[in-house]
């Protein structure tokens, strides 16, 4: 009998340290989500005040700015509380797999590529100089900065995403729709030289000289494309996963347009352009909530391309009256038109028509 009760106690000893562990309870969630958030909204706002910087001759010869070291001090918060975070789960006795926040594994790669490239970057800028102009957007460094970025401020989607009874309010979807934001602030970011506020597509003066040949025009075309498509498939995807609350959809888009006019805000017309684009922008996020997407996939089909048709045509409205346009009837419509049919064939992607064996 005493062998009996020894040989029970042993058999279970070793269940106890798993039993307090199963009880303890991870570092993640909303709280944590928000965190991020506000840490990443430190990181991207450093981001725009080194690009203010650029675009008004504040820079010097040196990698060590005071432009610099506010963008790389959000990076290094937000490090230092992914890899808090991490240690405080592993004390808790989780695996390191599971010690990483759910969602946030790719924004630990995010970090560690920024990392690399704020490195590179050092190294470069006093192997080659200080970029200037379009160069400091397409600087090898500077690509590689800006996979960091994106890979780490979109961690609360991700974690958002991965929860299966994440209802479509405010409360349990703000940190996702957050993090959104600074994805498509960030993106708004490296399009700047063709972002229809920055930009002034085919008008008189010397800012946008470039735009008016051949040459300007097509550039201006392919730009307002691209600005079209990196705005509207985030969004559409996030649209297919939740109904988003109401207001999400305009935060998001006004957050983009509010970046790009920060970059040049002593230019009254950029203020009224920026104002012209986030007015449809509240069209949009009405048209999305009824339209409710996740509910209703194939109102993709006309959602997407509204987006560009309701923001460049705000756009315009408020352009032609003031400045006008060297750009003949044919060509500024063709900013609206082709736009508008790229986004409508990217619903295709993110709606793909249904298989023959899938008909009925």
Not at 240 to 250: F, M
Not at 255 to 272: F, H, K, P, Q, V
């Amino acid at each position: 009998m005493s062998e009996t009760i020894l040989s029970d106690s042993i058999a279970s000893a070793p269940t106890r340290p798993l039993e307090n562990t199963s009880r303890a309870k991870p570092v993640s969630g909303l709280h944590f989500d928000w965190l991020i958030n506000l840490l990443c909204a430190v990181f991207v706002g450093g981001l725009y005040l080194d690009g203010w910087a650029h675009n008004h001759g504040r820079v010097d010869e040196s990698f060590f700015t005071p432009w610099h070291a506010f963008f790389y001090s959000g990076f290094l918060l937000v490090a230092i509380a992914f890899v808090v975070t991490v240690v405080a789960n592993l004390r808790r006795g989780f695996p390191l797999a599971l010690s990483i926040p759910d969602g946030y594994r790719l924004t630990g790669v995010g970090l560690f590529i920024f990392a690399a490239g704020g490195v590179g970057d050092m190294v470069w800028h006093i192997l080659f100089g200080i970029e200037e102009g379009a160069e400091a957007l397409f600087s090898p460094t500077h690509i590689l900065l800006g996979l960091g970025i994106g890979l780490t401020v979109t961690g609360p989607l991700r974690a958002a995403w991965n929860r299966k009874n994440a209802q479509g309010s405010w409360r349990e979807l703000g940190p996702a729709i957050a993090s959104l934001g600074a994805l498509l602030a960030a993106l708004t970011f490296f399009m700047m030289f063709f972002f229809p506020v920055t930009v002034l597509l085919g008008t008189p003066g010397t800012g946008s000289g470039y735009f008016r040949n051949d040459v300007g025009k097509v550039a201006g075309l392919v730009g307002a494309t691209i600005t079209a498509a990196a705005l509207a498939g985030p969004l559409l995807l996030t649209l297919r996963r939740w109904r988003l609350p109401l207001g999400a959809v305009s935060s998001v888009l006004c957050l983009s347009i509010l970046g790009a006019t920060i970059l040049d805000y002593e230019r009254t017309l950029m203020i009224w352009l920026a104002v012209g684009m986030a007015v449809p922008a509240v069209a949009v996020d009405y048209l999305a909530w009824r339209a409710s997407p996740s509910g209703n996939p194939n109102s993709v089909r006309w959602l997407a391309p509204t987006i560009p048709l309701l923001l460049y045509g705000g756009y315009y409205t408020v352009l032609l009256p003031t400045v006008g346009s060297t750009w003949s009837v044919h060509m500024w419509t063709s900013t609206i038109v082709i736009p508008t049919m790229v986004c409508w064939l990217l619903s295709f992607l993110l709606v793909p028509p249904r298989m023959p064996e899938q008909l009925p």
